[in-house]
Structure formats: structure tokens, C-alpha cells
């Protein structure tokens, strides 16, 4: 930060004051985590410098002999990592990621099914009228039923009924496991194609502990900075299964990557995914994606144990919703008194949520980044009694300031109610200390 520190001393000063804020709060938002240390030291190298749009050994600019090296030897990493017979590393994140798929494999108009927004898939998965993925093409959404489960025959009904060309099998926040297999034998009863997004739970697939779609899926797409402990990209890979259904799939998603969405790669991203991607064939790895469950799974447990009601009323991963409708509390209310108490995470939708998205009645909480800290079972009883202590402080002074729920969409009634309950502070000091016995640390 030498020259940081001389030339831009504002940014410097910024910078130093996310990273204190990183340390001193708890990570709970399911999909960050903290990049390794040998991650973040590759990125910040000379990498960045160059230009290499194309592939390796077919570049549009001259100078890129050891950018190919360090692209293949990612690429290599990847296919034995997951066993796929194509990678490609280039995508800039997720979202484009999912998009150089849709724009490789269908036509415009063409119809696609993912789970829906409030049952827990992601945005680029058909969210209709306010996403590319939802305009561009025709978009049926599937949801979860009331317990807050896929349920495989309703959605094999949908999918005989609507016969769409693409169906996507991913999550942002269904706490459970998918079955990749009958999401495949859904498929091929009207020969569609099946994408399986496994951005959140990539790390708990190489670690064992969450179904592996590869056997399954014609294509597969992951982000790399979330339980990977990557940086900030994806991969797009094509099965065994998918070349077999197309001998061209690779080559349309390259094309769909480069000239169709992107220019040049990042290349310091992929010499630190390269990284992460050997760091993720360790041992020290599988155990510390196994905590991940094994944390989630004892918190999940604990604020059930508070009355708290989960979707689906637990969880297999590493993530969790809490529905706060029981406790009359606003999503966004909790997410920021919980904010203002240390315990960092997002206001989330519920299955069937009578509210919008922006004033949501849960939140959504995780356990990579803790984990990265080296939290344990013991830690996440502690947490679950922060938690329920920081929401019931905020239902106390609610009903001492006769504030009812509807009132709480407005941020300066939100702001009264955090301003007004003093135990936030408590818990902060305390969060505060839990941290610094943690600090993030080299894991591998
Ligand atoms: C399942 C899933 N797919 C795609 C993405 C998009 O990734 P990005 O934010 O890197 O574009 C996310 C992001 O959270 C995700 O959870």
C-alpha cells in the first residue's frame, strides 16, 4: 500500500477502513467469503497489464506466450478438478457466465425454467420483466412448495406442460440438496437441455458433502469467489454428457464468451483462480467445506431451538433463511440491527412473501466466511444467542414505541428502532472480541 498511500491517500484511507471493518464484524452473507491469501497476491500482479483476447494459442494480440501458459495450466486444473472434458475460464463473474450459455445454446424467445427469485434462484435464471434472462427469452418459473421444497413431480408436470429447451438447476438460498438426477430424467422426457448453476455450493461439491451434477448436466457454471475462496470470475463447463449431445458445445460457449459477450480476460483472475483451484484439490479444503455444513447445520439447529422458523426448517449447505414473520419483524429492520450489532448478512424473500423484494420478511444468513476464520459448533451456539437476543431487543423496543411492522418500510422508522435499543452495542463489543480471538487467517 506504499504508493497507494502517497498518490491517493483518500482511497488508501478507504480501503483500510474496509478492512478493519472485515475483521472486526462477522461474515455471515452466504456468498462471501475471505479470497485466500495466495488469491488476493496473485491478483494484484503485473497480469493486469495484459491484453489477450481469444484463446491460448489463437490471441487477437501479440506477447501472450505466458498468459497461454497460465490460462491452459487454469484450465487444466479445472477439468481434473471436476473431471469435465471442457472449461472455459474467461467469464468476467456469474451473471455473464449464465449468459454466454443461454446466448451459445438457444434462440431468442426461446423457453427457459429456473427456480423462481423467492424460492431461492438467482436473478439471471428468468426473473421476468426486470432481467435479461426474463425479457429476452420466454421465462416459466418453478417455486418451491409450502414446506419450502422442490417438489419433483409438481415440477415435472410444469415441465411436460411447457416443454421448455433449457432447464436451470441452482440455488442462491435453498438451504437443501438437489437432486440432480431427477432434475435430468425431468429433462430428458421433453430433451431439454439441463444447466446446473452450483455457484453457492461449488466448494461443498469438490468436499463431498453436496451432490455433484456433472454425471447429470449438459453444462455446468460456478462463480469462483464464493466457498472456492477464489477470485471474483466464474467457469463454464461442459460434461461428458453435453459433448455427447452436442460435439460443438464447447466451441459455441468460446464463441458466446468471445466475440459474443466479452473482450480480453482478466488475466490476473485467472492466474489467481489457477490458484484457488490448487489450493481447492487439499485436503485442508474437504475439511474446511465439511465445517462449513457442520457450522451451518449446528446454528440451524440452535435458532429453531429459539422459535425461529428456517425454510424448510433447516438446512444440508452452508446457508439459511429465516422467516420473521412469526416475530413481526421487517427483513430489513432485523438486517440492520443485526448490522449495527456485528453480524453482517442480507434481507432476504421468503417462500410466498406477501412483501417485495426491497422490504422482504426474512433474511438470509451463511457460514463459508466464519468458517474461513476458524469458527467451530461452539462458536455458532454463541452466535444463534446474538442473533436471538439482537431480534428480541429490536421486538421489545418496537412495542415499547408502538411501532407496528408496516411503519418499519420507512428507514428513518427503522433508524429509531436501532437508535433506541441499547443492547446493539453490547453485542458489538462482544462480536467484536469473538473476532479478534479469529482472525482471518492462511487456511492452507
Ligand atoms: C446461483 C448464482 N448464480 C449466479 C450468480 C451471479 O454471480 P455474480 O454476482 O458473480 O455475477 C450468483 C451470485 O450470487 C448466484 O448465487
Redesign the pocket.
Known amino acids: 500500500m506504499k504508493n497507494l498511500k502517497k498518490i491517493d491517500p483518500e482511497i488508501a484511507e478507504l480501503i483500510k477502513a474496509e478492512e478493519k471493518r472485515q475483521k472486526e464484524t462477522l461474515m455471515l452473507i452466504p ?1 462471501e467469503n475471505y479470497a485466500s491469501f495466495a488469491v488476493m497476491e496473485a491478483l494484484g500482479t503485473v497480469l493486469t497489464n495484459k491484453y489477450s483476447e481469444g484463446y491460448a494459442n489463437a490471441r487477437y494480440y501479440q506477447g501472450n506466450k505466458i498468459i497461454d501458459q497460465i490460462e491452459m495450466l487454469c484450465i487444466k486444473r479445472a477439468k481434473k478438478l471436476f473431471g469435465v472434458p471442457f472449461v472455459n475460464v474467461q467469464p468476467y ?6 449468459t454466454a450459455v443461454y446466448f451459445a445454446l438457444l434462440e431468442p424467445k426461446d423457453k427457459i425454467m429456473g427456480l423462481s427469485l423467492a424460492s431461492g434462484g ?1 436473478l ?2 428468468g426473473v421476468p420483466k426486470v432481467t435479461f434472462s426474463g425479457k429476452y427469452f420466454t421465462s416459466v418459473q418453478y417455486e418451491v412448495d409450502k414446506n419450502g421444497l422442490i417438489n419433483y413431480d409438481s415440477l415435472e408436470k410444469l415441465v411436460l406442460k411447457e416443454k421448455p429447451k433449457l432447464i436451470i438447476a ?3 438460498h435453498y438451504p437443501r440438496k438437489l437432486d440432480f438426477k431427477r432434475f435430468a430424467e425431468i429433462a430428458d422426457k421433453v430433451d431439454a437441455l439441463l444447466m446446473a ?1 452450483v ?2 455450493v461449488i466448494g461443498l461439491i469438490i468436499a463431498g458433502v453436496y451432490p455433484n451434477p456433472i454425471p447429470y448436466a449438459h453444462v455446468v ?1 460456478t ?1 469462483t ?2 466457498t472456492l475462496r477464489g477470485p ?1 470470475g ?1 467457469i463454464i463447463m461442459v460434461t461428458a454428457k453435453g459433448l455427447k449431445r452436442d460435439p460443438l458445445m464447447g466451441e459455441k460457449i468460446n464463441k458466446a464468451i468471445i466475440p459474443g459477450l466479452q473482450g480480453g480476460p482478466h488475466n490476473h483472475v485467472t492466474a489467481a483462480l489457477a490458484v484457488a483451484l490448487k489450493e481447492a484439490s487439499k485436503q485442508s479444503f474437504v475439511l474446511y467445506n465439511r465445517q462449513i455444513v457442520k457450522n451451518a447445520q449446528v446454528l440451524a439447529t440452535e435458532l429453531i431451538k429459539k422459535d425461529y422458523e428456517l425454510m424448510s426448517n433447516g438446512t444440508d449447505t452452508h446457508v439459511m433463511v429465516i422467516d420473521l414473520r412469526k416475530q413481526q419483524i421487517l427483513g430489513n429492520t432485523a438486517a440492520e440491527a443485526l448490522e449495527e450489532a456485528g453480524m453482517v448478512l442480507n434481507k432476504n424473500k421468503v417462500p410466498f412473501d406477501p412483501n417485495p423484494p426491497f422490504y422482504p420478511s426474512g433474511i438470509r444468513l451463511g457460514t463459508p466466511g466464519i468458517t474461513s476464520r476458524g469458527m467451530k459448533e461452539k462458536e455458532m451456539k454463541q452466535l444463534a444467542r446474538w442473533i436471538d437476543e439482537t431480534l428480541r431487543s429490536v421486538q421489545e423496543t418496537k412495542n415499547r414505541l408502538r411501532i407496528t411492522i408496516d411503519l418499519e418500510r420507512k428507514r428513518s422508522v427503522r433508524e429509531k428502532i436501532i437508535k433506541s435499543t441499547e443492547s446493539l452495542k453490547n453485542i458489538n463489543r462482544k462480536v467484536v472480541e469473538l473476532c479478534r480471538k479469529f482472525p482471518v487467517k492462511k487456511l492452507y
Open positions: 456468498s463473474s456469474g451473471s455473464p457466465a449464465n438467482h439471471t435464471h441452482g440455488t442462491t448453476d455457484s453457492h457454471t462463480t469467489h464464493k471474483r466464474a
